[in-house]
């Protein structure tokens, strides 16, 4: 299939690019982080410009996490611990990969919540129901790029998915529901069309991505490609064990987060910060309480300070902020401005 | 510096470069309309890629056919589900050329830019947009290469010859890294991707002329090719931008001892397209160019044609049958059907199976604000006008409606807001209003119309608002004299009303204005006098 005689190989297919060889855009990649360590957080918008790597990041994350164990046979990635699978399963077990599934604008609703299998209805006369992408989607990521130009609806619909974690089908006569708990990450650039205040609300981090400017990034963003475009296997190699330290690092983070103790007074400094920036609504104080947890528990910590809080305020909040017509202030430096008041 | 020869020769060589990488390099976006040029550009580039898969992409293609997914016909016929390949994964690794590329509408864009990389296929983008249309933005910012075949007559027997085998390649040399990464920034090319093409086409070149390693000349071949289009800025304009260890790009290049970064830059300076030494105006062509893409899409993806589910019908006249669907409806009933044994046939459908499709028919506004910015009031009227602007906004996600800025002053009329959602974009773009002048009020008009029957073609409902004293003293012409200005401005109202848009006058004189009523019912417009015209007055009006 490949044209060697050409000298052509597809080789940026076959590799993904490693999640610790990426340059800079540090805010993301502890999103992301935090993502991966706190599921219930409830998706990650990344605003900016094309071709900053969004996709890349968050692709790099999914393929470092290590393979899931699912039910054999089971089309909705029943865990073979917990509730037994009753998709017809045979009670085996087998190893795949971390799901990561890109949504394609202009996806219907029939493809993402699933449908009747017209295949086994015709030939069978069987109802049956054929899982859609949020089924494939389930224990990985759910990728949409350009969610901005998505139809509203089905913004709707992947938000009520992702924050209940089970897919509810009613119709043409099915009644089916399941599983479906994934890390939801849009990406979009605000200037080609914005998200409607209440869709946004319902992410629980947002980060602004920017292309790098510093030329030493730059430099160093071209060399690393190089590197993979040469020996895409010795890259990979490479960075195997940069990879791996992160691995163990989310690990060590997911098995820690519940122990670690949110004092009242935390709480509180929590609820003043929402308060002061106009960030109404009880999901940015918890979202703010859980990605500073999530942070703390990457950090090695049993305890949530304020430092985590004051790391986790901007990406939490700063899409919840009202617009006020007459503040031009971007919402990072609203966010920063107020906690640089209530904790000098 | 690029003559015929010249532009035939890029035109082989980026053929040439792409069939080395069409996965790193994206592909070619060609502009300008079909034509001997754009012909010769193609055969050179089946030619490159002489044994892989060349594929057209027709504008009309269905998302099965696009995708892959259940052959409906061949499914029906041997009544078991039979899956298609999709068009994208059978052009794996080979070349997919587009035509009327700046039709393709966002959706479309985001699956054929998945595509690209899953299956690693060369985009050739026809683009025939020209001034007001361009491709998704999504996927020109894929394609390394932009390629304008004014020059490429005749294809002078410039041929791609056969490809050495290939070599191992070694690392690149940090010269020729910071090199590109100099020349790219010092041209005003933002953004990481084009920084990564110019290094793969540069590593296609060496590996084309055998080398193992990039050299300085492949560097700077890859910098005509991919950065020079891109540039927004000549280099010589920001000097002191550059690190100290780098030479002065004004000076002459010295004869001995050429660093990287000279040769580098002084190829790409060498093509950068004419007209770029107003850094202004390099500046927002890319800025029109990159919004285009953006709000075309937008303009263009929900309107007509754009399904949005089904219910239950029978299809003639306007409903198409929704096939799927109807199938859908149909196959419970068939084990029951065959039972009560009516009908032959391996489907048994019944009238009450019949789904039709349902389309999507919001009625998008897209409000124009044309606003008089003549005169010593312009200033204040403009602030409030950007006001209404973005109180419309604010609410625009509700109501999809969309808001456009006019401005008409001096010798003519300014599109300060290209038809939007996007608050953010207003806001950046409306951050520095001009002001003062003479009143081009037919220019003004003119441009409002052309403006709404563009929105109208694309399926919007445009209205425009217009703020004036109605007193026009700059002719069509652009020439000063009341008389004719008047006389034009009657004439432009007039072809408002003859393309029966709706329109509404807002005289924003201390008094009454009767220049500005004539007008008003000239152009079939309603008037309102509201002097002084606060934000928030105005976007009550314009939202009601």
């Not at chain 1, 990985?140 to 924050?163: K, Q």
């Not at chain 2, 029951?336 to 046939?345: C, D, E, S, V, Y």
């Not at chain 2, 408002?496 to 004539?518: G, H």
């Amino acid at each position: 299939m490949l044209d060697n005689t050409h000298g052509v190989a597809l080789r940026y297919l076959a590799m993904g690019f490693p999640f610790s060889a990426i340059v800079g855009q540090d805010e993301m990649k502890r999103a992301l982080l935090i993502a991966a360590v706190e599921p219930r957080i409830g998706g990650v918008m990344i605003f900016g410009d094309r071709g900053t790597g969004k996709s890349t990041a968050a692709r790099a994350l999914a393929s470092l996490l290590p393979p899931m164990d699912i039910v054999a046979g089971c089309e909705f990635h029943c865990d073979p611990v917990g509730a037994p699978c009753t998709h017809g399963g045979n009670g085996k077990v087998v190893r795949k990969p971390v799901p990561f599934v890109d949504l394609p604008l202009g996806a219907t609703e029939d493809r993402i919540v699933g449908a009747l299998d017209i295949e086994r209805a015709l030939v069978a006369g069987e109802k049956r129901f054929e899982p859609g992408l949020l089924a494939r989607a389930h224990r990985g990521f759910l990728y949409i790029d350009e969610i901005n130009l998505l139809e509203d609806h089905l913004v709707d619909l992947l938000l009520d998915v992702s924050a209940s974690a089970q897919n509810v089908v009613e119709r043409e006569g099915l009644s089916v529901r399941h599983d479906a708990r994934f890390v939801l990450i849009g990406s979009g650039n605000p200037e080609e069309g914005e998200l409607r205040p209440q869709l946004l609300d319902r992410f629980g981090l947002s980060v602004e991505v920017r292309t790098p400017q510093a030329i030493d990034a730059r430099v160093e963003i071209m060399r690393r490609c190089d590197a993979q475009d040469r020996d895409p296997a010795g890259f990979a190699k490479h960075w195997r064990r940069a990879d791996g330290k992160i691995l163990r690092l989310i690990a060590a983070a997911r098995a820690r987060i519940s122990d670690v103790q949110v004092p009242d007074e935390i709480l509180a400094d929590a609820a003043r910060l929402c308060q002061q920036v106009g960030a109404d609504g009880l999901r940015g104080e918890l979202a703010l309480i859980r990605a500073a947890r999530a942070l703390s528990a990457l950090d090695g910590e049993t305890e949530l300070g304020r430092k985590h809080l004051r790391a986790a305020a901007p990406m939490a909040l700063r899409h919840r902020l009202r617009r006020n017509v007459l503040d031009e202030t971007g919402s990072t430096t609203r966010i920063e401005r107020a906690m640089e008041e209530l904790w000098p | 510096m690029t003559g015929p020869a010249q532009g035939s020769a890029d035109a082989v060589l980026m053929a040439r470069l792409l069939a080395r990488d069409p996965a790193g390099l994206g592909g070619i976006r060609v502009r300008g309309g079909p034509g001997p040029a754009s012909d010769a550009l193609l055969s050179v580039l089946a030619e490159a890629f002489a044994g892989r898969p060349v594929r057209r992409l027709p504008l009309h293609i269905d998302e099965d056919r696009l995708c892959g997914g259940i052959d409906i016909a061949a499914s029906l016929a041997s009544g078991r589900k039979v899956e298609s390949k999709g068009l994208l994964a059978e052009v794996r690794g080979g070349l997919l050329i587009a035509a009327s590329a700046e039709r393709i509408t966002a959706g479309r864009a985001g699956r054929i830019a998945a595509g690209m990389e899953a299956h690693g296929f060369a985009l050739v983008l026809l683009d025939e947009g020209g001034e007001d249309e361009a491709p998704p933005a999504s996927l020109t910012e894929r394609l390394a290469f932009d390629f304008t075949p004014g020059q490429l007559g005749e294809n002078d027997g410039a041929r791609p010859g056969n490809a050495p085998p290939p070599v191992p390649r070694g690392a690149t040399d940090a010269e020729v890294l910071a090199a590109i990464e100099t020349t790219a920034r010092l041209l005003g090319v933002a953004g990481t991707r084009p920084l990564l093409f110019t290094l793969r086409a540069a590593a296609a070149a060496a590996a084309l002329a055998g080398r193992a390693v990039i050299s300085t000349q492949d560097a700077a071949e890859a910098a005509r090719l991919v950065l020079a289009p891109r540039a927004t800025q000549m280099p010589a304009e920001r000097p002191q931008e550059l690190p100290p260890d780098n030479t002065d790009p004004d000076r002459a290049p010295p004869e001995t001892s050429q660093t990287p970064e000279d040769v580098v830059l002084e190829a790409a300076r060498a093509a950068l397209p004419p007209g770029l030494e107003m850094l202004a105006a390099g500046r927002m062509r890319q800025d029109a160019a990159a919004s285009q893409g953006g709000a075309g899409e937008k303009r263009r993806s929900p309107v007509r044609g754009r399904t949005i589910g089904s219910r239950a019908g029978m299809p003639g006249g306007q409903l198409r049958l929704a096939l799927v669907e109807t199938l859908r409806a149909a196959a419970p009933w068939q084990k029951f059907r065959r039972a009560a044994g009516g009908g032959q046939g391996l489907v048994q459908l019944r009238r009450e199976d019949m789904r039709v499709r349902r389309f999507e028919s919001r009625a998008e506004t897209l409000t124009i604000f044309a606003v008089d910015a003549s005169g010593s009031s312009a200033l204040a009227r403009l602030a409030e006008a950007k006001g209404a602007v973005e109180l419309l906004l604010e609410r625009a996600h509700a109501e999809r409606a969309e808001v456009a800025l006019l401005a008409f002053r001096g010798a003519g009329v300014e599109l300060l807001l290209p038809p939007t959602r996007s608050l953010t974009r207003a806001r950046r773009l409306l951050a520095d209003l001009p002001g003062g002048g003479g009143t081009p009020l037919a220019s003004g008009l003119d441009a409002a119309r052309l403006l709404a029957e563009a929105s109208r073609r694309r399926g919007r409902t445009p209205r425009i608002l217009l703020l004036t004293d109605g007193r026009a003293n700059i002719a069509a012409d652009g020439s000063p004299g009341r008389a004719r200005a008047t006389q034009d401005a009657a004439a432009a109202a007039r072809r408002i009303l003859a393309a029966a848009l709706s329109a509404l006058l807002i005289d924003i004189a201390a008094r009454p204005q009767p220049e500005a009523s004539q007008l008003a019912e000239k152009m079939g417009a309603r008037y309102l006098h509201l002097p002084r015209a606060p934000a928030a007055a105005i976007h009550a009006i314009a939202a009601s």
